[in-house]
């Protein structure tokens, strides 16, 4: 099945450069992300909520105008196979996930989505092959409103510099910028 | 000047294609990026921490194979127009940020680095021909060490069925979903 304007094949390739492997996941996702867009009214500007790291927040940006840099891909860490795409201004949009009860007799994608086998053990390419055939026949689809109040969406606002590493921060934050304050993940070696 | 491999207006088009517009933080974004490559020792597999959601995230998956959905790009939310590009293994790397003291007689790449104008106010063909002028020669590079245990990185492990929802999610997470046990920032209509 087609990945929404893309043949299998091509979005495989779009898949390689940008992400580096077309992983099962980028491929289920890709499928996820045509089936939530599908639901939405025509024309709507959107935003993006996925609620996992890993794979599915490249299929958004390969698929949708939302990235993490222009901010309307949001993504929040609860390692769940879902996604909703919804209205920038309402809210209102649709869920996607995997449903297991919509697998059928595809055991590649069960032992694949419930981490039933390790990864030496899966058959990469029965699963892809798996993959294409169930295209968005696998996604189960809810409506559901985000609260828009939770997404990062604010301006920075006014800057002020830091009066203890001497860079420019957002005023909104306090005092120190929040690399000072909180203590940054990175150090200066000495 | 070239934004890595490509011409500036080939990267503007790319910016374009990827992020919805050539914002002035993807074009310095992008020279912060090739800055940071050309600083790191030639093979190494490198990851990226992002000080901001503002654009840079964009920058560093158009010019690097560092994505948020391969978990090579982590992006912290200091609202600090920096990036560091490190070593995936030992963590160190390199930081970059725009030094006003290296401005030089650029007023629209310092009006809009310091958020002097508001965006009426912005000459945006004058902002765009300071930015490609300047390319890598406004950015400051520093040596840096990333603290590798504080990224997000680790694999979800074996997953559970939540008791509320009924769907799977990591069970090293409790022992409810965090959609659940936190509250996730959507709801289904009633």
């Not at 025509?42 to 993006?48: I, K, P, R, S």
Request: charge should be neutral; glycine fraction near 10%; charged fraction near 20%.
């Amino acid at each position: 099945m087609n990945v929404g304007p893309y043949k299998f094949s091509e979005f495989k390739e779009l898949a390689v450069k940008f992400h580096g492997y077309a992983a099962p996941g980028l491929l289920i996702g890709g499928y996820m992300t045509v089936a939530a867009k599908a639901a939405l009214p025509d024309g709507v500007l959107f935003e993006a909520l996925v609620e996992t790291y890993n794979c599915l927040p490249d299929a958004v940006q390969l698929l949708t105008p939302c990235s993490t840099g222009n901010k309307r891909l949001h993504v929040v860490h609860y390692g769940k196979t879902a996604l909703s795409l919804f209205d920038k201004y309402s809210g209102r949009g649709v869920r996607a996930r995997v449903d297991p009860g919509l697998l059928g007799p595809r055991p590649e994608i069960r032992a694949w989505i419930m981490k039933e086998k390790g990864k030496e053990e899966q058959d990469e390419a029965l699963l892809e092959q798996q993959i294409a055939e169930a295209g968005t026949t696998i996604i189960a689809l809810q409506p559901v409103t985000v609260d828009l109040s939770r997404l990062n969406r604010k301006s920075d606002g006014p800057l002020a510099f830091c009066p203890r590493c001497g860079e420019s921060f957002p005023a909104a934050h306090g005092g120190l910028c929040r690399g000072c304050a909180e203590g940054a993940p990175y150090s200066v070696p000495s």
